[in-house]
Protein backbone atom coordinates (compact mmCIF):
# COMPACT_ATOMS: atom_id res chain seq x y z
CA UNK A 1 0.00 0.00 0.00
CA UNK A 2 1.21 3.61 -0.55
CA UNK A 3 1.45 5.36 2.33
CA UNK A 4 3.59 8.62 0.62
CA UNK A 5 0.03 10.69 -0.59
CA UNK A 6 -1.85 10.16 2.31
CA UNK A 7 -3.52 13.21 4.08
CA UNK A 8 -2.36 14.62 7.51
CA UNK A 9 -4.74 15.23 10.60
CA UNK A 10 -4.42 18.85 10.22
CA UNK A 11 -6.07 18.67 6.79
CA UNK A 12 -8.81 16.46 7.60
CA UNK A 13 -9.35 18.52 10.74
CA UNK A 14 -9.98 21.82 8.76
CA UNK A 15 -12.25 20.47 5.78
CA UNK A 16 -14.44 18.73 9.25
CA UNK A 17 -14.15 22.74 10.72
CA UNK A 18 -15.34 24.11 7.48
CA UNK A 19 -18.37 21.81 7.31
CA UNK A 20 -19.65 22.16 10.98
CA UNK A 21 -18.85 25.45 11.48
CA UNK A 22 -19.98 27.32 8.42
CA UNK A 23 -17.41 28.27 6.32
CA UNK A 24 -13.35 29.38 5.81
CA UNK A 25 -13.19 32.39 8.70
CA UNK A 26 -15.23 30.41 11.35
CA UNK A 27 -13.15 26.75 10.53
CA UNK A 28 -10.03 29.23 10.95
CA UNK A 29 -11.16 30.98 14.40
CA UNK A 30 -12.22 27.04 15.74
CA UNK A 31 -8.86 25.83 14.78
CA UNK A 32 -6.97 28.96 16.09
CA UNK A 33 -5.30 29.77 12.84
CA UNK A 34 -5.61 32.05 9.84
CA UNK A 35 -7.94 31.60 6.79
CA UNK A 36 -4.99 31.44 4.28
CA UNK A 37 -3.87 28.03 6.04
CA UNK A 38 -7.07 26.95 6.14
CA UNK A 39 -7.48 27.42 2.95
CA UNK A 40 -3.61 25.70 2.06
CA UNK A 41 -4.90 22.68 4.07
CA UNK A 42 -8.21 22.02 2.18
CA UNK A 43 -6.17 22.23 -1.26
CA UNK A 44 -3.59 20.12 0.44
CA UNK A 45 -6.53 17.46 0.28
CA UNK A 46 -7.73 18.32 -3.18
CA UNK A 47 -4.41 17.28 -4.32
CA UNK A 48 -4.14 14.30 -2.02
CA UNK A 49 -7.67 12.75 -3.45
CA UNK A 50 -7.30 14.14 -7.14
CA UNK A 51 -10.77 15.74 -7.06
CA UNK A 52 -11.98 18.78 -5.65
CA UNK A 53 -13.72 18.53 -2.50
CA UNK A 54 -15.22 21.48 -1.77
CA UNK A 55 -16.99 23.58 -4.28
CA UNK A 56 -18.87 27.38 -4.18
CA UNK A 57 -22.63 28.19 -4.32
CA UNK A 58 -22.66 31.38 -4.20
CA UNK A 59 -21.34 32.57 -1.18
CA UNK A 60 -21.29 29.44 0.71
CA UNK A 61 -18.69 26.37 0.20
CA UNK A 62 -19.98 22.95 0.25
CA UNK A 63 -18.81 19.55 -0.44
CA UNK A 64 -18.69 17.74 -3.91
CA UNK A 65 -19.63 14.28 -3.88
CA UNK A 66 -16.13 13.48 -3.30
CA UNK A 67 -15.84 15.71 -0.55
CA UNK A 68 -18.88 14.16 1.19
CA UNK A 69 -16.98 10.88 1.31
CA UNK A 70 -13.88 12.40 2.64
CA UNK A 71 -15.65 14.37 5.54
CA UNK A 72 -17.38 11.16 6.47
CA UNK A 73 -14.11 9.29 6.69
CA UNK A 74 -12.74 12.15 8.06
CA UNK A 75 -14.92 12.40 11.21
CA UNK A 76 -13.88 8.88 11.61
CA UNK A 77 -10.80 8.69 11.86
CA UNK A 78 -10.87 12.35 13.84
CA UNK A 79 -12.85 10.86 16.05
CA UNK A 80 -10.89 7.51 16.89
CA UNK A 81 -7.68 9.24 17.01
CA UNK A 82 -9.18 11.53 20.41
CA UNK A 83 -10.35 7.97 21.31
CA UNK A 84 -6.97 6.31 21.04
CA UNK A 85 -5.79 9.49 22.87
CA UNK A 86 -8.07 9.51 25.75
CA UNK A 87 -6.89 5.70 26.17
CA UNK A 88 -2.99 6.38 26.15
CA UNK A 89 -3.51 8.46 28.51
CA UNK A 90 -5.60 6.02 30.84
CA UNK A 91 -2.66 3.78 30.27
CA UNK A 92 -0.41 6.58 31.03
CA UNK A 93 -2.78 6.77 34.27
CA UNK A 94 -2.60 3.52 35.15
CA UNK A 95 -6.10 3.54 34.73
CA UNK A 96 -8.98 0.80 33.65
CA UNK A 97 -11.80 2.83 31.89
CA UNK A 98 -14.76 1.90 29.74
CA UNK A 99 -16.45 4.23 26.96
CA UNK A 100 -20.34 3.69 27.54
CA UNK A 101 -22.61 5.07 25.15
CA UNK A 102 -26.46 5.32 26.34
CA UNK A 103 -29.69 6.61 24.95
CA UNK A 104 -31.85 9.16 26.03
CA UNK A 105 -34.16 8.05 28.23
CA UNK A 106 -32.03 5.48 30.32
CA UNK A 107 -29.24 8.43 30.02
CA UNK A 108 -31.85 10.64 31.96
CA UNK A 109 -33.43 8.52 34.27
CA UNK A 110 -31.25 5.22 34.97
CA UNK A 111 -27.58 6.35 34.48
CA UNK A 112 -26.91 8.71 37.17
CA UNK A 113 -27.38 6.03 40.10
CA UNK A 114 -25.46 3.41 37.69
CA UNK A 115 -22.49 5.68 37.64
CA UNK A 116 -22.36 6.38 41.15
CA UNK A 117 -23.07 2.79 42.68
CA UNK A 118 -20.63 1.85 39.94
CA UNK A 119 -18.29 4.23 41.25
CA UNK A 120 -18.53 3.13 44.94
CA UNK A 121 -17.79 -0.89 44.13
CA UNK A 122 -14.98 -0.08 41.71
CA UNK A 123 -12.90 3.08 42.62
CA UNK A 124 -10.01 2.58 40.59
CA UNK A 125 -12.39 2.11 37.41
CA UNK A 126 -13.51 4.94 34.97
CA UNK A 127 -16.72 5.34 33.09
CA UNK A 128 -17.05 7.89 30.18
CA UNK A 129 -20.00 8.26 29.11
CA UNK A 130 -22.31 9.39 26.64
CA UNK A 131 -26.00 9.88 25.94
CA UNK A 132 -27.25 9.74 22.41
CA UNK A 133 -29.95 8.07 19.64
CA UNK A 134 -29.90 4.81 18.95
CA UNK A 135 -28.45 5.43 15.35
CA UNK A 136 -25.55 6.86 16.66
CA UNK A 137 -24.73 4.78 19.33
CA UNK A 138 -25.10 1.99 16.45
CA UNK A 139 -22.25 3.27 14.40
CA UNK A 140 -20.12 4.33 17.37
CA UNK A 141 -20.15 0.68 18.47
CA UNK A 142 -19.56 -0.81 15.35
CA UNK A 143 -16.91 1.59 14.25
CA UNK A 144 -15.16 0.74 17.46
CA UNK A 145 -15.65 4.49 19.14
CA UNK A 146 -17.78 3.02 22.01
CA UNK A 147 -16.99 -0.52 24.12
CA UNK A 148 -20.63 -1.02 25.84
CA UNK A 149 -23.84 0.74 25.31
CA UNK A 150 -27.60 0.45 26.70
CA UNK A 151 -29.99 0.64 24.62
CA UNK A 152 -34.07 0.77 24.09
CA UNK A 153 -33.68 -0.83 20.82
CA UNK A 154 -31.61 -3.84 20.06
CA UNK A 155 -29.01 -3.00 17.01
CA UNK A 156 -29.12 -5.00 14.05
CA UNK A 157 -25.11 -5.64 13.02
CA UNK A 158 -22.87 -8.60 12.80
CA UNK A 159 -20.43 -7.05 15.24
CA UNK A 160 -22.51 -6.22 17.27
CA UNK A 161 -23.75 -8.42 20.36
CA UNK A 162 -26.97 -7.63 22.53
CA UNK A 163 -28.59 -8.92 25.83
CA UNK A 164 -31.35 -8.56 27.44
CA UNK A 165 -31.03 -6.40 30.25
CA UNK A 166 -34.73 -4.83 31.51
CA UNK A 167 -38.60 -5.00 31.02
CA UNK A 168 -40.35 -1.91 30.37
CA UNK A 169 -43.47 -0.80 29.52
CA UNK A 170 -44.67 2.78 28.01
CA UNK A 171 -47.15 3.65 29.97
CA UNK A 172 -50.11 6.74 28.85
CA UNK A 173 -50.02 9.03 31.63
CA UNK A 174 -51.80 12.24 33.01
CA UNK A 175 -51.15 15.19 35.24
CA UNK A 176 -53.64 16.55 37.93
CA UNK A 177 -56.46 18.16 36.47
CA UNK A 178 -57.08 16.25 33.13
CA UNK A 179 -60.34 14.80 32.23
CA UNK A 180 -58.97 11.54 33.11
CA UNK A 181 -57.65 11.53 35.87
CA UNK A 182 -58.76 8.73 38.15
CA UNK A 183 -60.78 7.04 35.62
CA UNK A 184 -60.99 3.29 34.92
CA UNK A 185 -59.31 1.73 31.88
CA UNK A 186 -60.22 3.52 28.61
CA UNK A 187 -60.87 1.41 25.46
CA UNK A 188 -58.06 2.25 22.58
CA UNK A 189 -60.80 3.68 20.27
CA UNK A 190 -60.48 6.86 22.94
CA UNK A 191 -56.57 7.24 22.57
CA UNK A 192 -57.14 9.81 19.00
CA UNK A 193 -59.47 12.15 21.17
CA UNK A 194 -56.45 12.99 23.61
CA UNK A 195 -53.99 15.52 22.51
CA UNK A 196 -50.37 14.35 23.48
CA UNK A 197 -46.91 15.75 23.93
CA UNK A 198 -44.45 12.99 22.82
CA UNK A 199 -41.04 12.74 22.78
CA UNK A 200 -39.38 13.63 18.69
CA UNK A 201 -40.02 10.68 16.33
CA UNK A 202 -36.50 9.80 16.10
CA UNK A 203 -36.29 8.61 19.76
CA UNK A 204 -36.06 5.02 20.48
CA UNK A 205 -39.31 4.95 22.73
CA UNK A 206 -41.48 7.02 20.19
CA UNK A 207 -40.56 4.92 17.04
CA UNK A 208 -41.72 1.39 19.50
CA UNK A 209 -44.92 3.75 20.33
CA UNK A 210 -45.70 4.56 16.67
CA UNK A 211 -45.82 0.73 15.64
CA UNK A 212 -47.72 -0.69 18.47
CA UNK A 213 -50.39 2.11 17.72
CA UNK A 214 -49.84 1.25 14.16
CA UNK A 215 -50.54 -2.79 14.54
CA UNK A 216 -54.24 -1.78 16.63
CA UNK A 217 -54.78 0.44 13.89
CA UNK A 218 -53.57 4.11 14.73
CA UNK A 219 -51.48 5.57 12.55
CA UNK A 220 -51.93 9.16 13.64
CA UNK A 221 -53.01 10.61 17.35
CA UNK A 222 -53.22 14.22 17.92
CA UNK A 223 -49.38 15.35 18.70
CA UNK A 224 -49.40 18.63 20.04
CA UNK A 225 -45.95 18.97 20.61
CA UNK A 226 -42.65 16.85 20.52
CA UNK A 227 -39.60 17.68 23.33
CA UNK A 228 -36.33 16.02 23.52
CA UNK A 229 -36.53 15.34 27.59
CA UNK A 230 -38.85 12.80 29.05
CA UNK A 231 -38.38 15.22 32.39
CA UNK A 232 -39.88 18.29 31.08
CA UNK A 233 -42.65 16.05 29.38
CA UNK A 234 -43.31 15.41 33.12
CA UNK A 235 -43.14 18.59 33.95
CA UNK A 236 -45.72 19.69 31.07
CA UNK A 237 -47.98 17.78 32.07
CA UNK A 238 -48.86 18.97 35.48
CA UNK A 239 -50.96 22.11 33.47
CA UNK A 240 -53.59 19.36 33.06
CA UNK A 241 -54.21 19.28 29.75
CA UNK A 242 -52.55 16.89 27.74
CA UNK A 243 -51.29 13.09 27.87
CA UNK A 244 -48.28 10.89 27.27
CA UNK A 245 -46.45 7.91 26.45
CA UNK A 246 -43.02 7.61 28.66
CA UNK A 247 -41.20 4.84 29.68
CA UNK A 248 -42.63 3.52 33.40
CA UNK A 249 -38.71 3.93 34.80
CA UNK A 250 -39.35 7.57 33.82
CA UNK A 251 -42.39 8.11 36.02
CA UNK A 252 -42.53 5.51 38.53
CA UNK A 253 -41.56 8.01 41.36
CA UNK A 254 -44.21 10.38 40.00
CA UNK A 255 -46.83 7.94 39.93
CA UNK A 256 -46.03 6.67 43.73
CA UNK A 257 -46.41 10.39 44.75
CA UNK A 258 -48.93 11.21 42.77
CA UNK A 259 -48.16 13.66 40.80
CA UNK A 260 -49.10 11.44 37.67
CA UNK A 261 -51.84 9.37 37.08
CA UNK A 262 -51.49 5.84 34.62
CA UNK A 263 -54.72 5.95 32.56
CA UNK A 264 -54.97 2.22 31.44
CA UNK A 265 -55.81 1.17 28.38
CA UNK A 266 -58.41 -1.86 27.69
CA UNK A 267 -56.29 -4.92 25.72
CA UNK A 268 -53.01 -2.80 25.32
CA UNK A 269 -49.73 -3.13 26.85
CA UNK A 270 -46.81 -1.51 25.39
CA UNK A 271 -44.45 -3.85 26.80
CA UNK A 272 -40.39 -3.80 25.42
CA UNK A 273 -36.72 -4.99 26.64
CA UNK A 274 -33.80 -2.52 27.40
CA UNK A 275 -30.73 -3.94 25.28
CA UNK A 276 -26.94 -4.28 26.60
CA UNK A 277 -25.04 -4.11 23.55
CA UNK A 278 -21.58 -4.42 23.08
CA UNK A 279 -18.13 -5.29 19.84
CA UNK A 280 -17.48 -8.76 19.20
CA UNK A 281 -14.09 -6.80 19.41
CA UNK A 282 -14.21 -5.97 22.79
CA UNK A 283 -15.16 -9.14 24.90
CA UNK A 284 -12.58 -8.84 27.37
CA UNK A 285 -12.80 -5.41 28.94
CA UNK A 286 -12.39 -6.41 32.76
CA UNK A 287 -14.35 -2.63 33.59
CA UNK A 288 -17.07 -3.75 31.16
CA UNK A 289 -17.87 -7.08 32.70
CA UNK A 290 -17.90 -5.34 36.35
CA UNK A 291 -20.35 -2.94 34.87
CA UNK A 292 -22.69 -5.33 33.43
CA UNK A 293 -21.97 -7.39 36.95
CA UNK A 294 -24.11 -4.23 38.29
CA UNK A 295 -26.66 -4.22 35.35
CA UNK A 296 -27.20 -7.68 36.30
CA UNK A 297 -27.83 -7.20 39.76
CA UNK A 298 -30.83 -5.42 39.85
CA UNK A 299 -30.99 -3.80 43.19
CA UNK A 300 -30.14 -0.12 41.72
CA UNK A 301 -33.91 0.19 39.80
CA UNK A 302 -37.11 -1.37 40.56
CA UNK A 303 -37.62 -2.06 37.00
CA UNK A 304 -37.36 -5.96 36.57
CA UNK A 305 -34.26 -7.33 34.72
CA UNK A 306 -34.53 -10.13 32.20
CA UNK A 307 -33.92 -13.86 33.20
Not at 162 to 174: A, R, S
Request: contains cysteine.
Amino acid sequence: MEYLNLPDFRALAALRAVVEHGGVDQAGHKLHIGQPAVTKRLRTLDKCYGLPLMQRDGRRLELTTAGQQVYEFACLILDHQATLLDDISALRAGQKHLRLEVSHAIGEHLLPELLLRFNELHPSFRIDSRVGYSRRIQTQLATGLADLALLEMAPKHPDILVQKWLEDELVLVCGPGHAFWGTDPIPATRLDTLLYVLREASAAMRVILDKALAEIGLQEIPVAMEVGSNDTIIEMLQGGRHVSFLPRFAVQEALAEGSLFHIKIQGLHIMRTLWIARTRANLTNPVAEAFIDLLRDGQFTSTRPVA
